[in-house]
């Protein structure tokens, strides 16, 4: 029933939609920090 509501529902899909991108700005934020982290530590030589 969960799943039906879910997919089949208007309030279903865009909770759907706001899960995804919640988790896409996650993954891109997680990228970006890391590449700041690498970044810093190469600048100060460790």
Do not use: C, P, Q
């Not at 997919?7 to 899960?19: A, R």
């Amino acid at each position: 029933m969960a799943w039906e509501l879910l997919f089949g529902s208007d309030i279903g899909l865009m909770s759907l939609g706001v899960i995804v991108g919640v988790l896409v700005i996650g993954v891109v934020m997680g990228k970006m920090y890391a590449n700041k982290i690498d970044e810093e530590s190469r600048r100060f030589g460790k």
